[in-house]
């Protein structure tokens, strides 16, 4: 067979390889964190959080066009499949060019080296398509997909380049100047790439050392230069891509929008500018300035590129439902740009942690410290601070360590689970640290990825492999590994308790990575065939390398592929989007819904802009609700059928809202006549007692939020959603009000006595009750829930990650409490139903729960007389227990112990001696494995099984203690640390 044609099929190979496990595996709508707001912003061109994605919204619009409205979120994320799989594709190219250095052109490699090439970029590209992180990224509505590509793009239009000069130089024989080669063309191209890439996100641009590197080693190194001297001309070369890299950014990136702003006249500054370099091109040609002319030239393909940015400017001058930030004037959109809606972090100098006082100082009480790297004024971090004794130590085991390294290793050794912050695993016990997870579920156990570290291996064997075979190129990947990885840990100075885990942020690196681990395939390849080259012929020796090749095939990418098949497919994962419906169908017609994070805010976004449901309600973000940007969007702009929002508020008054110091006191709220009747009415109707009645006023003690130990505030949004309350009840009510149940209790202004519970969201009513976390009102939350959708759930082969999860343990908190107040109320039957019907269709058994909802679900089903119910919860909870009593702290081991009391007592009421003998056999057992001896007395209190035993804890550590249910399942909050890096 022709070599091309052996080069077309194995490059098809791959490329087929990887778009059908993207396609096979990728989600058909919405997930969580911010892919429903990419897709509602792409669909209609919206403005999204900053710094936006110009280009992938286009790119969005064109592939969301054509499609019907169910299938605009499949649409959105096939751009990740695609993408993706050109990465992988272009990754097998790019190692196909680097082994190229040794083994010269491919038309004279010889079957075994073909054997060798083909195999390295099978096998680094393939390993590099099932990597955890990449995986992830691939088949969801993301920017990182798309910007890995314009990365792997740069990468291999730069190797193509160096080829080309190279034999271009060859036959001129040195008789043109290097920036005169027609191969120049290529590095034109990368500088448009780059200029696009800007329109996707800006990580892009660290693939411009690895540009500069490969220009300096192919036209500029020179052979008889020593050690030092081509040290030093590395070290320019850093210095002048270093100057280059911050032309761009911030140079063309925050300065072209500033230039415009100052000239005043958008359309008079980009004629200046247009007008500037193509003089500056038609001046540098004609003089034969080669080097200034492909530099302007380069300039000007990156300002066509950036020009997709205009769409920002232009898009939120329509006003869109969805516009972030308001970047409709030059000064608005430079903010934008900068990002300043999240704050800033200082780089190389600023105030830092200080250990003898415990604080960060603010600007002006302290000198500022060089690297400062603990540098948060945010007390929940000062406590991790304290934990480390420098920035240094901090840098080191925390950034680096925690979240980098920790990730790095998830992809080419294993990882423990999908929990927040599980570390690398191998598979290798005695390297490995101690598996404390309980893996209950399918997702759970799915979760548990271990490689054996064997891409690790050969990735480190391909890294030196590569480094003896052609140490300039090595050193090229290397700077891309590392300014990809560890460059973005020192730009980014985390600061530690993230709302999620940020491998996503370092792909790139990994993708450097995963070059070596081909080179090292390819390495292996050529060390068995100097093993056999002597003593066997060319069909055999070609034989035995194809089967090595294979062998490392199996091992390495094909293994990683069998095992995160599982926990990355999510095919029939429509989590997010029930999540968003069942949310918007809680709330009245017209009604406004406080929303906390990301994950209670973007499905909602993505199911009133794709998909038109429940367009009434206005979703208002308390996260955002503290920028003055947003209070005025509420305020004055319409949404679809939802009216602007009642904040009585002026524009002066809103410009000028700050955090508050607040003191603790009783707050009032009127409460109309006609109101109070209308409420009457409607939700005391079906009361079964008199403890209900309407407040009027509506009173309350307001606490605000806590800040440090004896200060109190209001935030912005406080003071904002209070008043909106206040406007609405002055309004005679007509205007309903929700908090989201995910919504933390510091952000309700304390107004969890007046909630209504009416399914994922509580109304505020002038109702006082004392229910946990919101008054049921039979015939009203049964409806709304009985009405929840709860796709696939019940299906073990459902992948279903930790966030995930969680999100939906929380509708059991909401449920049991519902179905709790109906059976107490007297509605035992709707209780029954309620609950059954949920736990049919979201089981324990596929959705792991908690000690918490363990407790609350079985409470209410003995409460609604369902025991035969109450007797399977309790038994799918003893594995939970059981690990709580081995693991859990003193208080969830407290918590565990007296509902294990619960179960001996329900197994004992139902004759099941056998089940009560079972477990408390496993208890026994439990309570030894976590050294932990109950004396007579403290079993009596739990109600556990009798011992002779006096001794042990005493009776004050296991006192019982009453839990409130937390209703508020963690989402990131998007002013603190939501959207991308």
């Known amino acids: 067979m022709n070599w091309k044609w052996t080069d077309r099929i194995a490059a098809g190979f791959v490329f087929v390889w990887a778009l059908v496990l993207y396609s096979l595996t990728v989600a058909p709508t919405t997930s969580f964190w911010d892919a429903g707001e990419f897709i509602a912003s792409v669909y209609k061109l919206q403005v999204m959080h900053p710094p936006g994605a110009p280009f992938y919204m286009l790119m969005g619009r064109f592939f969301s066009m054509f499609v019907p409205t169910d299938y605009v979120a499949l649409a959105v994320n096939m751009i990740s499949v695609l993408s993706s799989a050109g990465t992988v594709l272009l990754t097998h190219l790019i190692i196909l060019r680097l082994v190229r250095r040794w083994h010269g052109a491919p038309s004279t490699w010889s079957p075994e080296q073909r054997v060798v090439g083909l195999g390295s970029g099978i096998i680094g590209a393939l390993a590099f398509a099932a990597s955890d992180t990449f995986w992830f990224n691939a088949v969801e509505a993301e920017v990182y997909a798309l910007s890995m590509f314009f990365t792997a793009l740069v990468v291999y239009l730069a190797m193509r380049w160096s080829d080309e000069a190279a034999a271009e130089e060859r036959l001129l024989a040195g008789g043109r100047h290097p ?90 500054a980009v004629f200046l500018l247009v007008a500037l370099v193509l003089g500056g091109l038609y001046v540098t040609h004609k003089r034969q300035m080669q080097v200034a002319n492909i530099a302007l030239l380069c300039l000007t393909v990156i300002l066509v590129g950036y020009s997709s940015y205009a769409l920002i400017f232009i898009r939120s001058a329509t006003e869109p439902n969805i516009d972030l930030n308001d970047p409709d004037t030059p000064e608005r959109f430079v903010s934008y740009l900068e990002r300043e809606q999240y704050g800033s972090t200082p780089l190389l100098k600023g105030m830092t ?42 840098f080191w085991e925390y950034q680096v360590g925690h979240m980098y390294v920790r990730y790095f290793l998830w992809n080419f050794a294993g990882r423990q689970s999908d929990v927040q912050d599980a570390p690398a695993v191998t598979g290798i016990s005695f390297v490995d640290p101690p598996d404390t997870q309980l893996r209950q579920t399918p997702s759970e156990k799915a979760s548990h990825n271990v490689y054996f570290a064997l891409p690790l291996l050969l990735g480190l064997f391909g890294a030196f492999y590569h480094a003896s075979r052609d140490w300039r190129r090595a050193f090229s990947v290397f700077t891309l590994f590392l300014v990809t990885g560890i460059g973005i840990i020192i730009y980014l100075n985390q600061s530690p308790n993230q709302p999620r885990e940020r491998d996503y942020a370092y792909v790139a690196s990994f993708f450097a990575f995963s070059l070596w681990i081909g080179i090292g395939a390819g390495g292996m390849l050529e060390l068995a065939y100097d093993a056999i080259r002597s003593s066997l012929k060319s069909m055999q020796r070609t034989s035995v390398m194809t089967g090595v090749a294979a062998l490392i095939f199996a091992a390495v990418p094909l293994w990683m592929t069998a095992e995160n098949y599982d926990d990355h497919d999510r095919s029939g994962n429509f989590v997010a989007r029930d999540y968003a419906y069942n949310m918007l169908n809680s709330v009245a017609e017209n009604g406004v819904l406080f929303t906390n994070g990301d994950n209670d805010t973007y499905p909602l976004w993505y199911m009133q802009e794709v998909e038109g449901i429940r367009t009434d309600v206005r979703v208002a973000n308390l996260s955002l609700l503290n920028t003055d940007w947003y209070v005025k969007q509420m305020k004055n702009e319409q949404a679809y059928k939802s009216e602007p929002l009642p904040i009585s508020m002026s524009e002066q008054q809103i410009n000028n809202l700050r955090p508050t110091r607040f003191e603790p006191r009783r ?37 605000g939020r806590a800040y440090g130990r004896d200060v109190r505030v209001l935030q912005v949004a406080d003071l904002v959603a209070y008043n909106m309350i206040r406007t609405a009840a002055e ?106 019907t949920f736990l049919d269709q979201v089981p324990f058994s596929t959705v792991a729960g908690d000690i918490q909802t363990f407790v609350l679900m079985a409470r209410a089903l003995e409460v609604a007389g369902d025991m035969d119910r109450t007797i399977r919860v309790m038994q799918e909870s003893e594995p ?3 690990h709580e009593v081995r693991q859990g702290s003193r208080r969830s081991m407290t918590y565990a112990l007296q509902y294990a ?27 030894s494995d976590a050294n932990v001896a109950l004396s007579d007395r403290q079993r009596q209190m739990l109600g556990l099984a009798g011992s002779g035993d006096t001794n042990g804890m005493p009776p004050e550590m296991l006192q019982p203690e009453g839990a409130q249910p937390n209703v508020a399942p963690p989402t990131e909050n998007q002013n603190g640390g939501g959207g991308r890096p």
Do not use: C
């Not at 209308?678 to 407040?695: H, K, P």
């Not at 059976?823 to 309620?834: C, E, F, T």
């Open 179 to 268: 920036f005169g080669l027609s191969a120049n063309r290529y590095l034109v191209l990368i500088a448009y790439f780059f200029g696009l890439a800007i329109g996707v996100h800006l990580l892009n641009l660290l693939a411009f050392f690895f540009v500069a590197l490969i220009i300096f080693f192919t036209e500029y190194d020179q052979p008889e230069w020593d050690s030092g001297k081509r040290l030093k001309m590395i070290l320019v070369t850093g210095v002048v891509a270093s100057i280059v890299f911050f032309t761009i950014y911030p140079g063309v990136i925050l300065y072209v929008p500033k230039f415009i702003g100052a000239v005043g006249s958008p359309l008079i």
């Open 353 to 394: 942690y200080d250990d003898e006082s415990g604080v960060v100082p603010r600007e002006g009480e302290a000198s500022p410290e060089w690297f400062p790297r603990r540098h948060s004024i945010s007390q929940s971090h000062w406590r991790v601070y304290d934990r480390y004794d420098s920035d240094w130590e901090f």
């Open 667 to 703: 707050v009032q709220i009127p409460v109309q006549a006609d109101a109070a009747d209308q409420f009457s009415d409607v939700y005391l109707a079906e009361r079964t007692t008199d403890s209900l009645s309407i407040q009027r006023p509506m009173s309350w003690r307001l606490e």
């Open 731 to 836: 309004d005679g009510w007509n205007r309903p009000i929700y908090f989201a149940t995910t919504v933390a209790r510091d952000g309700t202004l304390n107004l969890d006595p007046f909630f209504q519970l009416e399914g994922q969201a509580n109304r505020v009513v002038p109702i006082r009750s004392d229910a946990a976390i919101g008054r049921a009102v039979p015939g009203l939350t049964e409806e709304r829930m009985n009405a929840f959708r709860f796709t696939n759930l019940s299906d073990p082969d459902l992948y279903l990650n930790e966030n995930a999860r969680r999100m939906i343990d929380g509708y059991r908190i909401s449920f049991s409490q519902a179905g709790e107040q109906l059976a107490r109320q007297g509605y035992p039957d709707r209780a029954r139903n309620l609950l059954g």
């Open 880 to 882: 939970v227990v059981l």
């Open 901 to 927: 009391g619960s179960i001996r007592g329900a197994y004992r009421d139902a004759g099941m001696e056998e089940a009560l003998a079972s477990f408390d056999s496993e208890l026994e057992q439990a309570l």
